[in-house]
């Protein structure tokens, strides 16, 4: 919950709507991001949000994201680039061929800085990322063929494969998943179902480099 700050008027500070603005995105791509920590928010005594010019300057920097500030009548401190190293990479293993959609949707306000490629199977998966390991690997667990459990269990097998970050989307338990020979220690779990949104958050947090809980 944003807290209720005193704002002087040295203070640099934009209202949503600027920072979606400056950002290219929509005011609920913004309000999305405050509510997951991706952009920090504070409240005036009136109860109005406000996030830091810098941050939102930031975030721009690391994804590439947004427009010029001069073209809404703000100055610009620091200059928007491309994401440093690249767009981060990102495989979506799932057999859904809606929630494939629903995902590149999810990911569009993030623009250049974030790119989707897609397997159906374990199998397939792994032919990908034999090409090219991704940065990030969101994978079900319930897969035709060769599922999530044997496939992440390979990787785990793959020395250079070991710093791999995986998010698996499961409706079982820790306990149910022990019982079937358990999950690699680094892989996260997410409860399934979950929507496409909440996964970009996810991808968010990664991509500016924050502790994911």
């Not at 949503?16 to 991001?33: D, F, P």
């Not at 005594?45 to 941050?55: D, E, L, S, T």
């Not at 981060?88 to 494939?100: K, S």
């Not at 199977?121 to 035709?144: C, S, V």
Request: hydrophobic letters at 45%; one cysteine or more; charged letters at 20%.
């Amino acid at each position: 919950m944003s807290r209720v700050i005193p704002l002087g008027p040295g203070s640099r500070m934009l209202t949503t709507r600027e920072a979606a603005q400056r950002l290219g995105v929509s005011l609920r791509t913004v309000q999305l991001w405050v509510e997951a920590d991706i952009l920090p928010a504070a409240r005036t005594p009136g109860g109005h949000r406000r996030i830091p010019y810098n941050a939102v300057e930031a975030l721009a920097l690391s994804t590439g994201l947004g427009v010029e500030p001069e073209a809404w009548g703000i100055p610009s401190e620091t200059t928007p680039a491309a994401a440093p190293g690249g767009p981060m990479d990102v495989l979506v293993v799932a057999d859904d061929a809606d929630w494939q959609t629903q995902c590149q949707h999810a990911v569009e306000p993030f623009g250049a800085a974030v790119t989707l490629r897609f397997a159906e199977t374990g199998y397939l998966a792994l032919l990908q990322i034999g090409q090219k390991a991704p940065d990030l690997l969101i994978t079900h667990l319930d897969l035709p063929g060769m599922d999530g459990l044997a496939m992440l269990h390979t990787l785990e097998r793959c020395e250079n494969l070991s710093g791999l970050r995986v998010l698996a989307l499961t409706p079982l338990t820790e306990q149910d998943l022990a019982r079937r020979g358990g999950l690699p220690g680094l892989v996260e779990l997410m409860p399934w179902p979950v929507s496409a949104e909440a996964v970009a958050v996810r991808v968010g947090r990664l991509l500016l480099g924050q502790r994911v809980s």
